[in-house]
């Protein structure tokens, strides 16, 4: 198994503004995964971030709304950039154990 | 591209019920298929998985079968316990995807009362 530390586990956060989220894993991971799970809907990847290249996105995200560091084999931040209310949703990091993926708790963030 | 898709909720029963969420997919290839469940306030879990046709994935008395000629993998237990209640995923690896990635349905929010 895996132990993910993510923070903040949830905000409430003005339109415009920027919230960085943090994911610490207990031991090292190649790849770490960054998910989004909106009201109602399933869970949809954002990116995968990688130690040492620039995070790969899936459709429909850009790097510039939702950049990401990765600066060791351990930890990653996701920044939800710019905020508005269509970005309140559940932010969620993961690794994968072989074919197992694990989850943080998640970052429930409000955008008023 | 790859995709999940699981019966809408809350599905509402009482202590001891019979359950069964259902799940179909498409994908191509042979993806492997997982069950996840969150429980309030906690993060996801993997519940159980299956990798090839016919396998069966089983843990806390929820089994799910890998069934390649309907595309399904639908959850059931015989016997739910309050505190079963949770939100729970169905997901695919693999196919389009690749291994390393996840695709989930929309969720199932599994209500059990006493």
């Known amino acids: 198994s895996a132990v993910i530390s993510q923070k903040p586990s949830r905000d409430i956060c003005q339109r415009g503004t920027s919230l960085t989220i943090q994911c610490q894993v207990d031991s090292q991971v190649t790849m770490m995964f960054w998910y989004r799970q909106q009201p109602g809907q399933s869970l949809t990847l954002i990116a995968t971030a990688n130690q040492g290249s620039e995070a790969t996105y899936e459709s429909g995200f850009v790097i510039d709304k939702f950049p990401i560091s990765r600066p060791n084999l351990t930890f990653s931040t996701l920044t939800v950039s710019n905020m508005s209310p269509e970005d309140s949703s559940i932010y969620l990091c993961?690794?994968?154990?072989?074919?197992?993926?694990?989850f943080g708790s998640g970052t429930q963030l409000s955008v008023l | 591209g790859d995709s999940v898709t699981q019966m809408e909720g809350p599905v509402t029963l009482s202590e001891e019920a019979f359950l069964t969420i259902n799940c179909t997919y498409t994908a191509t290839g042979y993806p492997s298929l997982f069950w996840y469940v969150q429980y309030p306030g906690e993060g996801l879990q993997l519940l159980l998985k299956?990798?090839?046709?016919?396998d069966k994935g089983s843990n806390k008395g929820f089994e799910a079968t890998y069934r390649k000629e309907t595309t399904s993998f639908h959850l059931e237990k015989g016997s739910v316990q309050v505190s079963d209640s949770a939100v729970y995923f169905c997901?695919?690896?693999?196919?389009?995807?690749?291994?390393?990635?996840?695709?989930f349905g929309t969720g199932t929010r599994l209500l059990v009362s006493p």
């Open positions: 299956a990798t090839k046709a016919d």
């Open positions: 997901a695919l690896s693999g196919g389009n995807t690749g291994f390393q990635k996840l695709v």
């Open positions: 993961s690794v994968n154990r072989g074919e197992k993926l694990f």
